[in-house]
């Protein structure tokens, strides 16, 4: 399983943004610098949590993006879904009548990696961007 940069880079650029949310709008040039990140992907990322409604942007001379609800409304998971990120540790489609591998059965690991499947995505879930914005201040 690994979550694809999209989805990393997201979480980084939202965490960034919680973070200096106090000095007010945020320019991805800003987040760009700080987090060594593509400006031209973090733009990418951006149209997506703005779609999703993450994240506004202000325009003018100290323009840039602020986040839409506070950073204790927003979890994990809501970021790695607004930019199309799926974290899945089976190859099959969950409910397919083929079973895992194009076969009439699941494979003998199927239910693993189910199970593993509901920890990630239940601990995105419960992971606040707020929390991770005072893990790393402590």
């Known amino acids: 399983m690994k979550l694809t940069t999209k989805g990393r880079y997201a979480v980084m650029a939202m965490a960034d943004l919680a973070s200096n949310a106090k000095v007010g709008p945020i320019s991805l040039t800003e987040i760009s610098t700080r987090q060594n990140i593509s400006l031209a992907y973090l733009e990418q990322i951006f149209i997506k949590l703005k779609n999703k409604k993450l994240v506004k942007s202000a325009?003018?001379?100290?323009?840039g993006y602020i986040l839409e609800k506070p950073a204790s409304e927003i979890n994990l998971s809501n970021i790695i879904y607004a930019v199309d990120e799926e974290v899945k540790m089976l190859n099959c489609k969950k409910n397919s009548k083929k079973g895992c591998n194009n076969?009439?059965?699941?494979?003998?690991?199927?239910?693993?990696w189910d199970e593993l499947d509901q920890h990630?995505?239940?601990?995105?879930?419960?992971?606040?961007?707020q929390d991770l914005v005072k893990q790393n201040t402590n």
């Open 103 to 112: 076969k009439s059965t699941k494979c003998i690991t199927h239910n693993l």
């Open 59 to 63: 325009r003018g001379a100290s323009g």
């Open 120 to 129: 990630i995505n239940s601990f995105f879930e419960r992971v606040k961007l």
